[in-house]
């Protein structure tokens, strides 16, 4: 089982890889849901850490949909993560049909060689999302979508992220189930969907806020737990 924690700043990586996280998401702006962090963070996070650090990429909260200049900026930024070495980039966006932008993915994806892609949850966004994720199906170069299989919480929505598991089996893509995953429940939520990977924001923070520090305990307690289920 893979644990990706979400870390806002050094601080958060250091704590969550010293309490067993597998793989960090570095963002910044949590409550506006992620956007992308400065070049100085993402390099130093990078040569403290051991594990995987993938970057949202991100220009605001706008919405999904990212015209001309959004683009320049986002493709800057990609080359800029790939230049310190960051393992991977979430990204993602809509067209104003509120469909996967396929021109924003070929764009992106030509400059993410040799690093992971993880589409973030603007898939959450979509009407169909066995319509979405075989489109993104179509792009070798994702690895993963992040879901929490609709607008509800992924505790909420256990038989569309099951579906989508099985939509994805045998390929090359990884559902990675996030938002509103917590500590309690999580062997259960694993069970009753089949999914190999699990996202953490706020469960695993201080009073349960996003905008406090990483809980070590908790943290602690997540990574055990699942260690021992294996």
């Known amino acids: 089982m893979i644990i990706e924690v979400i870390a806002t700043c050094l601080q958060d990586a250091i704590i ?3 309490n067993g996280a597998n793989r960090l998401e570095l963002i910044t702006s949590i409550t ?3 956007l992308t962090p400065g070049i100085g963070m993402v390099e130093q996070v990078v040569r403290t850490v051991n594990i995987p650090v993938h970057v949202m990429v991100r220009p605001h909260s706008r919405s999904f949909v990212y015209d001309s200049y959004d683009i320049v900026t986002m493709a800057s930024e990609i080359k800029a993560i790939s230049s310190v070495g ?4 979430v990204i993602g966006a809509l067209t104003a049909d509120n469909l996967i932008d396929e021109r924003f993915l070929e764009t992106m994806l030509g400059l993410t060689a040799g690093m992971n892609v993880t589409f973030h949850r603007a898939f959450d966004e979509l009407q169909d999302q066995i319509a979405g994720i075989k489109t993104l199906m179509k792009y070798p170069a994702i690895n993963r979508v992040l879901t929490s299989g609709g607008v509800k919480p992924a505790f909420e929505a256990i038989p569309e992220i099951r579906r989508l598991v099985e939509e ?7 559902i990675l189930a996030g938002h509103g995953l917590q500590v309690e429940g ?3 939520f694993i069970e009753q969907t089949s999914v190999t990977e699990v996202h953490f924001g706020s469960a695993v923070r201080i009073n349960r806020s996003g905008l406090e520090p990483i809980d070590s305990v908790q943290m602690r307690l997540l990574a055990d737990s699942l260690q021992a289920r294996a």
């Open 86 to 89: 960051a393992a991977g980039v």
């Open 32 to 34: 506006e849901g992620g």
């Open 186 to 188: 999580i062997h259960s």
């Open 16 to 18: 969550a890889e010293e």
């Open 168 to 174: 994805v089996r045998g390929s090359h893509m990884t």
